[in-house]
């Protein structure tokens, strides 16, 4: 049975729930996020939610594995620039700048607060989480490799404490983009990297010596 309704889907059906889901999530956040929402957003009977997904959460963490997708290559493209420390925080600053325009953090904050509640969601949230991590950690080596203390950096907690700073720059921006203070962070941390390209150095001959 399953195997038969399996092959009756339509892949353009599907995609239009999914990114329905999606742009719901973004809008209402996780709370008007219902299949009745979802349906009426994207112009179909919420009856195919269930024949599709089976249930709303289902279609959510079916959602969230596509965009993540689309993340991590994004951000794999954007990591493979990254050769110092201030390309780093460059990279980051228009990342930022266009999660924030597309909404797609948003989304992934959403799920995390539903995944409070859902241990099935959290389990898929926190294995693409992991990927980011991974991904941050990659960047982060390839800009401390010519760094004479880059070897002294912890490169997996840096690059977990950098990708939860992201996430919370991107959901306080988002929810007073007013506000918001991530350009002045920014800076500050570019500033930081500029700082320990220049005097890194001085500080390995110093602890060498």
Do not use: C
């Not at 994004?74 to 924030?100: G, N, P, Q, S």
């Amino acid at each position: 049975m399953t195997t038969k309704k399996a092959a009756t889907h339509d892949p353009a059906t599907r995609d239009r729930i999914v990114r329905a889901a999606l742009e719901t999530l973004r809008e209402e956040g996780f709370a008007g996020t219902t299949a009745r929402a979802i349906a009426a957003r994207g112009d179909f009977n919420q009856a195919l939610i269930f024949y599709y997904f089976g249930s709303v959460a289902a279609l959510l963490v079916e959602a969230f594995r596509n965009m993540s997708e689309a993340q991590v290559a994004k951000y794999r493209a954007a990591a493979a620039e990254v050769r110092t420390l201030t390309d780093l925080v460059e990279i980051a600053r228009r990342l930022h700048a266009e999660d924030l325009e597309s909404g797609s953090v948003t989304a992934v904050t959403q799920l995390m607060a539903a995944a409070v509640s859902d241990e099935d969601v959290g389990k898929v949230i926190l294995d693409r989480f992991q990927d980011w991590i991974a991904l941050v950690e990659e960047a982060l080596k390839g800009a401390l490799a010519d760094q004479p203390l880059g070897g002294l950096v912890p490169a997996r907690q840096a690059a977990y404490a950098i990708a939860g700073m992201f996430l919370g720059i991107e959901l306080i921006s988002r929810l007073d983009p007013e506000r918001s203070e991530a350009e002045a962070v920014f800076d500050m941390m570019g500033s930081m990297a500029q700082l320990v390209e220049q005097f890194a150095p001085m500080l390995a001959g110093f602890v060498q010596g």
